[in-house]
């Protein structure tokens, strides 16, 4: 068997229908958008539409996007720039959020901000109780991702958004992991910024949306040029627009069916996972408000130690099959996930787990596959653990 790729949270490859309709802007279109003449205004044309694309997908009008290199990016700009036109000193966020948010927080700290960690139980699940006691009169902005990347569990972001709204606080969702998978409309989900990255989306690296709702105090730390409405200086990544609003459309067109699909796949390898396994393997995360295409695993060998997760990741690597774990190396130290720590995993369990993330193209029998190898991989290791 060719390399089973089970690792789409962590990227997916470009659809052949996305470079197909990215290749023209790099060799045939490929003038500066912003320039006056035809070459230029080929480019604007094409982006401006790739704009009103993303835009009805979202439900927002055209003039609130913004594009970015990516989800990090976004991140980053709905944070900095809510913090800076505000003057608020406080931010509410979660522990369980990605980096590019949960970095950003705790570097705004240096401009007096506060960020604020609103806790989840195991589930992972944020209530909007919570978001509701927590904010406050100095509150700037509150952080909560839709779904998320380690474990797939989905927030109740509409019910935050409507806090959000009766407070009228503004509110930024990284919807990195949900768009295309479950539907996401700003009015909807009563959102005020979101993020969205192409190379989640079966489209390229490097490109981004940050999704701004009209008349949200935000300032720009990103300077140049007049593009983006002086909103983002730098010359306009072209072809990752045109790339980024085909792989949108795209996967929002397929949603249903890749949903039924990821369903079947789930069910094909939890069911056999519990054969083989029982209960020396454990899904983190809430079972119901969760998207089925990610699923984190931990595996517990019969002393009740969590196996070594980086090692059956190698295992697996070497039986061609890339998974993610549920540990980062940190200055040379493994140090466990701070999803899976942030849901009340203890440090074994936590660094046992690994996260597989299917994709459009993943099939029944790359799941009996993995099955067979992980059963012998796991087998293996927990009887040398035994030893
Ligand atoms: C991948 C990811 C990001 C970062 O996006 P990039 O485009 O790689 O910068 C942010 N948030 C979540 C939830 C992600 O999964």
Redesign the pocket.
């Known amino acids: 068997m060719d390399t089973v790729y089970f690792d789409h949270?962590?990227?997916t490859p470009v659809d052949e229908r996305v470079l197909e309709a990215m290749t023209p802007y790099f060799t045939e279109h490929y003038g500066n958008a912003n320039s006056p003449h035809q070459s230029g205004n080929n480019a604007k044309v094409a982006v401006e539409e790739a704009r009103e694309t993303i835009a009805e997908i979202i439900g927002a009008a055209p003039a609130e996007i913004i594009f970015t290199?990516?989800?990090?990016?976004?991140?980053n700009t709905a944070i900095k720039g809510a913090v800076n036109a505000t003057g608020k000193s406080d931010i509410i966020t979660s522990p369980l959020?990605?980096h590019?948010?949960l970095h950003t927080a705790e570097a705004v700290k240096r401009n007096g901000v506060r960020p604020r960690y609103i806790e989840a139980d195991s589930d992972g699940i944020i209530k909007p109780e919570q978001v509701k006691e927590a904010i406050n009169a100095d509150t700037a902005l509150v952080s909560l991702?839709h779904?998320?990347?380690e474990i797939g569990t989905i927030n109740p972001i509409k019910e935050i958004g409507e806090i959000c709204t009766e407070y009228k606080v503004p509110f930024h969702s990284?919807t990195?992991?949900s768009v295309g998978k479950i539907p996401v409309d700003v009015d909807e989900l009563g959102i005020d910024f979101l993020?969205i990255?192409?190379?989640?989306i079966y489209g390229p690296?490097?490109?981004?949306v940050l999704y701004m709702r009209h008349g949200t105090p935000w300032l720009p730390w990103m300077h140049g040029g007049s593009q983006e409405r002086r909103r983002r200086g730098g010359t306009l990544n072209v072809p990752g627009i045109i790339g980024l609003a085909k792989a949108m459309e795209l996967v929002v067109d397929q949603m249903d069916d890749h949903r039924k699909k990821f369903e079947k796949l789930r069910s094909r390898l939890v069911n056999g996972l519990e054969e083989k396994f029982g209960d020396r393997c454990q899904i983190n995360g809430d079972s119901e408000q969760r998207v089925p295409h990610i699923i984190n695993i931990s595996f517990i060998d019969p002393a009740g130690e969590g196996l070594d997760g980086e090692m059956l990741l190698l295992n697996l690597d070497v039986e061609g099959i890339c998974v993610s774990n549920g540990s980062a190396c940190t200055s040379g130290a493994m140090e466990p996930s701070h999803v899976l720590d942030g849901i009340g995993l203890d440090e074994k369990t936590a660094n046992s787990s690994i996260r597989i993330s299917l994709g459009k193209d993943n099939t029944a029998e790359e799941i009996d596959y993995f099955l067979d190898k992980i059963e012998v991989v796991v087998n293996r290791m927990m009887s040398t653990a035994e030893a």
Request: zero cysteines; proline letters at 0%; charged letters at 20%.
């Open positions: 949270a962590a990227t290199s990516g989800g990090t990016e976004s991140d959020e990605h590019a948010v991702m779904v998320n990347n990284d990195v992991q993020s990255s192409g190379h989640k690296k490097g490109i981004g």
